[in-house]
């Protein structure tokens, strides 16, 4: 079948399905599942044919996603920040918004003056992490997360994505998985090592969403993306309420924190920030206008 044909079905499926970008969708489905770039199908249209057998393949992608699940759960993958990474259930499937604290990390550093070890807590599928360390080449990471499923994946990331050698993946919960008195290897050297405890840059995208609202959330979210990853607790601030009382105590002394917060959010996290003495703060807008990102310095008060 003429692939222009077939992409054309598929948008048009996708579309009276209510998909909301239905072109993108199958645009994906045709770079996954047949050997072309959107250059080749751009450039030369009608003559592309796609056999059968990937026909069929695309149709039933096409069912997947017209019954709910997301582009990046059938193949398991998603760009951010420019780059590849692999999901699987224990990730969260990273969020476009979420670029927002790279390009902050790259305002506030640049040149010599870099970020040697950063820190991400609750690292998912490592890629706030391993973005900045492709940017920040001389840089040495920290990811932890309290599921080793999304470590794994983290690990794996890191490899593909060449700064596997610059990172560290440690297994708990938010601070105590630095504070508990083990080493970690690092592939740099394979020799173990005491884990680094002051950060010059400590990034975070916790689970904000109060419990009472998963069951509210769009069912691509909801029933992909891993619970640990969204549940924030009563009020969605449980997260907040861990990393802020230690937070000073991480941060080296011209040290800053960039935290993702749900839209809502900005006044308890200030107030938070506030109580543990934070007098350097501010909070960045995402392109929709939203407030997304806290950060913050160690100027005390
Ligand atoms: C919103 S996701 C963010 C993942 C990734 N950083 C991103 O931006 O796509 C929150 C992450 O925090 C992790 N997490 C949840 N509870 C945790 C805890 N108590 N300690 C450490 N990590 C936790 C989840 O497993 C999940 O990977």
Same mark, same amino acid.
């Given at each position: 079948m003429i692939l222009k044909y077939i992409y054309r079905e598929m948008v048009e499926v996708l579309r009276e399905a209510g998909v909301d970008l239905p072109d993108l969708d199958a645009r994906i489905i045709i770079e996954e599942r047949c050997d072309y770039d959107w250059s080749d199908i751009i450039a030369k249209g009608e003559s592309l044919d796609v056999?059968?057998?990937?026909?069929?393949?695309?149709?039933?992608?096409?069912?997947?996603? /017209?019954?709910? =699940?997301? *582009?990046?759960?059938?193949?398991?993958?998603?760009?951010?920040?420019?780059?590849?990474? +692999? $999901?699987?259930?224990?990730?969260l499937d990273p969020r476009p918004d979420t670029e927002l604290i790279i390009e902050l990390a790259l305002q506030r550093f640049s040149g010599d003056y870099f970020p040697k070890h950063i820190l991400d807590l609750g690292t998912g599928s490592g890629c706030i992490l391993i973005s900045l360390?492709?940017?920040?080449?001389?840089?040495?990471?920290?990811?932890?997360?309290?599921?080793?499923?999304?470590?794994?994946?983290?690990r794996y990331n890191a490899q593909q994505n060449g700064c596997g050698k610059r990172v560290s993946f440690i297994h708990g919960s938010w601070w105590n998985a630095l504070e508990s008195?083990?080493?970690?290897?690092?592939?740099?050297?394979?020799?173990?090592?005491?884990?680094?405890?002051?950060?010059?840059?400590?990034?975070?995208?916790?689970?904000? /969403?109060?419990? =009472?609202? *998963?069951?509210?959330?769009?069912?691509?979210?909801?029933?992909?993306?891993?619970?640990? +990853? $969204?549940?924030?607790?009563?009020?969605?601030?449980?997260?907040?309420?861990?990393?802020?009382?230690?937070?000073?105590?991480?941060?080296?002394?011209?040290?800053?924190?960039?935290?993702?917060?749900?839209?809502?959010?900005?006044?308890?996290?200030?107030?938070?920030?506030?109580?543990?003495?934070?007098?350097?703060?501010?909070?960045?807008n995402d392109l929709a206008g939203n407030p997304r990102v806290v950060e913050i310095s160690c100027g005390d008060k």
């Open positions: 056999d059968s057998d990937i026909c069929q393949q695309m149709r039933q992608d096409v069912t997947k996603r /017209i019954n709910g =699940r997301p *582009i990046s759960r059938i193949y398991n993958k998603r760009e951010f920040w420019g780059l590849k990474f +692999s $999901l699987s259930e224990n990730t360390l492709s940017e920040f080449l001389d840089s040495h990471g920290v990811g932890t997360d309290l599921s080793s499923g999304a470590l794994d994946m983290a008195d083990h080493t970690v290897s690092c592939a740099a050297n394979e020799t173990a090592h005491k884990v680094q405890q002051k950060f010059d840059l400590i990034v975070s995208n916790p689970p904000y /969403i109060a419990n =009472r609202v *998963i069951e509210k959330l769009a069912p691509e979210v909801k029933n992909h993306d891993p619970i640990l +990853s $969204l549940d924030g607790g009563v009020d969605g601030l449980d997260a907040y309420k861990i990393i802020f009382p230690r937070l000073k105590m991480h941060l080296s002394r011209c040290g800053i924190a960039l935290l993702e917060i749900g839209y809502d959010q900005e006044n308890d996290v200030m107030r938070l920030s506030e109580e543990y003495g934070f007098a350097l703060r501010t909070v960045h």
